[in-house]
Each structure stands twice: as structure tokens, then as C-alpha cells.
């Protein structure tokens, strides 16, 4: 996906930089696209590099049963996909001062793992969690209905985005993830570091697609840059431009951090709208 594309990467590079240097990587907008690529040439291996949180891996699972029912021996999945709750309770546990009050739960995960996950947050570490849509009205009410838990001092899972969001969510979608993919013991996140049951791989059923089996892909540790100060800010702790390289260095254009990778990032966020508040 787009995002993919400019996330630094070992040895200064990137996807972006390694097509630059004559790699065949193409950008697409659905996991059914790699499925098309995968049809229209044969003779070649395609890889379909899975990223994203609960709200891109059912697509993923459906383009692998696609692949399986058709007999695909060129298509593969890198998996990437990660879990929400569990780096959320990784937030919440490894900090020694939580400095975060309340939770704006996302949309297009929702939809997908339902609104019950949450209450582990509520009720465990008495954090409230309000549910948003994606529209700034949808923002503007989840925030107002946020800061009223709050200021009562409770902690509760609201539900602001419930056109779209059940308490159960789609039972189909998480049925057809539970047959493709397997839990991760652990999972390395840029800022976060290794958490434990936070991603997905592929399950013993689809291993014949297992981008890392097929080629022996040996997982290597990439830090991060020195100066990126994105672990804190994901922890609540710090605010973008506390960071040294905030807007100078690094850039959406040019970002050398996770959370200035993707507009949805913090830092990249912060750089569109909030930069020229102070
Ligand atoms: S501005 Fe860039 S380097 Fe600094 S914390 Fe954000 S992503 Fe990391």
C-alpha cells in the first residue's frame, strides 16, 4: 500500500528508493490487485507485502482463500498485519507514570473487532474509550463525549460511530481471519519495541503462500533513528515537536519516523494542522 513505500528501511532505504533502483515493486490500492498481478504473470513470484491493522487483513484473508481456490503457485503474503488491543495494553502496562486519560477509538478497526475488545481498558485500567467515526463531526462529539467521562471520573466504552460499529462487530470477517491467520508470539513495533500477541501470521492452513517460509526470510531488527522520538509520543509522554528532528529533517516528504509515515501518524498529522499553533 502507499504508506509502505516510504517507511525507512535497513541501509538508508526504502521501497520507494529500491524501485528507484530498478526493483519491480508496484503500489496498489487493493490486496485484489496483487491477486491480478499474481494472474497475469505466471512465470513470475509476486509478493503481496500485508500491512496494516485489523482493518486491512480481511482483505487479505480473502484474497489468500482466492489464491487457495484457484491453485495460485506464484502469489505470497509477506504478513505483516498487527492487532490494536494488544498494543494498547503494551501502552498501558509499560509505563511507569500513564499520562494518557482516555482513549479515541478507531473507526475502520471497530467495524471490524467490535466495541467489546475495549473493555478491558474501562474496566482493567479504568481508561474510557469513545468509539469515533471518521467524520470531524464524528470527531468533535467522541472528543466532547471523552472529556465528560473524565471530568465525572469515569470510565466507560462509549460507542459514537454506531452506524457502522456493534458490540460483537463482523462475526463473518473475523471468522474467515481466524482460519487464515495465526497469533505472532511477539511482534516488533517501530517505536514500541517487542509486544507480545500483537500481530498475525499466516495459519498452517495457508502456509504454502507464507511469503517467509517460501523464501526463507529472516526477520532482522531495523532501529529506529536515534533522534525519533516516536515511542514516547505513542506513550502519551511527548508531543511532535518536542522532537529534535520534527519538521526539519523530518518531513512527511521525507520522514525518518513511523508516526510521520502516514497522514493518520501523529507526527505527520501534527505537521498538517498543528505546527503553527504555538
Ligand atoms: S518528527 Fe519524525 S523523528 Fe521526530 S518523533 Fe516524529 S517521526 Fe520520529
Not at 35 to 55: H, K, S
Request: proline residues 5%.
Amino acid at each position: 500500500y502507499a504508506d509502505t513505500m516510504r517507511v525507512p528501511a535497513s541501509k538508508g532505504l526504502s521501497l520507494m528508493k529500491a524501485k528507484a533502483q530498478g526493483g519491480d515493486i508496484r503500489m496498489i490500492y487493493s490486496a485484489a490487485d496483487c491477486l491480478d498481478i499474481a494472474r497475469a504473470n505466471p512465470d513470475r513470484n509476486v509478493v503481496f507485502f500485508a500491512i496494516g491493522f485489523e482493518t486491512t487483513t480481511p482483505a487479505t484473508a480473502v484474497v489468500l482463500k482466492q489464491a487457495k481456490a484457484e491453485g495460485l503457485k506464484n502469489f505470497f503474503v509477506f504478513c505483516n498485519h498487527v492487532l490494536t488491543p494488544p498494543a494498547m495494553h503494551h501502552i498501558l502496562k509499560n509505563q511507569e507514570k500513564v499520562q494518557i486519560e482516555g482513549f479515541v477509538g478507531p473507526a475502520h478497526v471497530s467495524t471490524i473487532i467490535g466495541s467489546e475488545p475495549y473493555e478491558t481498558f474501562a474496566k482493567d485500567y479504568s481508561k474510557p474509550v469513545v468509539i469515533a467515526g471518521f467524520e470531524p463531526l464524528d470527531m468533535l462529539q467522541s472528543i466532547l463525549m471523552l472529556i465528560r467521562q473524565i471530568n465525572r471520573g469515569e470510565a466507560e466504552v462509549e460507542n459514537e460511530f454506531t452506524r457502522a460499529v456493534r458490540p460483537e462487530g463482523n462475526m463473518k470477517a473475523i471468522r474467515m481471519m481466524e482460519e487464515v491467520f495465526a497469533l505472532r508470539d511477539s511482534f516488533e513495533w517501530r517505536g514500541l519495541g517487542s509486544v507480545p500477541k500483537s500481530a498475525l501470521k499466516l495459519s498452517d492452513a495457508y502456509s504454502d503462500f507464507d511469503a517467509e517460509k517460501h523464501f526463507n526470510l529472516v526477520y532482522r531488527s531495523v532501529p529506529d533513528n536515534k533522534a525519533c522520538e516516536c515511542g514516547a509520543i505513542l506513550r502519551g509522554e511527548k508531543q511532535p515537536s518536542d522532537c529534535r528532528a520534527f519538521g526539519t529533517v523530518c518531513t512527511p516528504e521525507s520522514p525518518i519516523g513511523s508516526c510521520m509515515v502516514s497522514s493518520e501518524g501523529a507526527c505527520a498529522a501534527y505537521f498538517t494542522y498543528g505546527r503553527h499553533k504555538r
